[in-house]
T-cell receptor
């Protein structure tokens, strides 16, 4: 079975500062990794995904994440955040052989302050 | 290209009632999955449909059931509603054999009183 742990429930940060949202996963089989963002009262939007290849993945809105197999981590980073980045962020994992079943973490609330 | 659409967006039911939620897949997608997101939690996988058959299920009781239609749209049915069923229900579509990206709808928020 797979599991995902997001190490911070809330991350407050000032505008234009860098941010890192931490995600660790557990799995005995090959997995794909995802970060989704959820704005208030909306569905989930994909930020980026790791399927294979380069361990540094770039996504939308200036976000990037690094897959670290030895540490089973997939931390999300942004060098300079904006007020509009305030949202809930979810790390997710799925078996590479199963299209639909994503296992999500509990989420991290990113609060960007002016 | 139309995205994933869900209806209704909000609804209120009482304990013991039944509810049906609907989802239209993104154009060209043949797989639909449903997730339950309780307040302050991450989404939990309910089940997935491919070619009109359920082909994966999470830890949800049989009173949660679904359908997928030939046009790949889908329904989620919940019988004998309980207070803990109050949540945002998210539908996601994808292409079997594709990169695995799920495209989510905006959800149906169910309140059970």
């Amino acid at each position: 079975a797979q599991s995902v742990t997001q190490l911070d429930s809330q991350v407050p940060v000032f505008e234009e500062a860098p941010v890192e949202l931490r995600c660790n996963y557990s799995s005995s089989v090959s997995v794909y990794l995802f970060w989704y963002v959820q704005y208030p009262n909306q569905g989930l939007q994909l930020l980026l995904k790791y399927l294979s290849g380069s361990t540094l993945v770039k996504g939308i809105n200036g976000f990037e994440a690094e897959f670290n197999k030895s540490q089973t981590s997939f931390h999300l980073r942004k060098p300079s955040v904006h007020i509009s980045d305030t949202a809930e962020y979810f790390c997710a994992v799925r078996r590479s052989s199963n299209t639909g079943k994503l296992i999500f973490g509990q989420g991290t609330t990113l609060q960007v302050k002016p | 290209e139309t995205g994933v659409t869900q209806s209704p967006t909000h609804l209120i039911k009482t304990r013991g009632q039944q509810v049906t939620l609907r989802c239209s897949s993104q154009s060209g997608h043949n797989t639909v999955s449903w997730y339950q997101q309780a307040l302050g939690q991450g989404p939990q996988f309910i089940f997935q449909y491919y070619r009109e058959e359920e082909n994966g299920r999470g830890n949800f009781p049989p009173r949660f059931s679904g359908l997928q239609f030939p046009n790949y749209s889908s329904e989620l049915n919940v019988n004998a509603l309980e207070l803990d069923d109050s949540a945002l229900y998210l539908c996601a579509s994808s292409l079997e054999g594709g990169s695995g990206e799920l495209f989510f709808g905006e959800g149906s928020r169910l309140t059970v009183l």
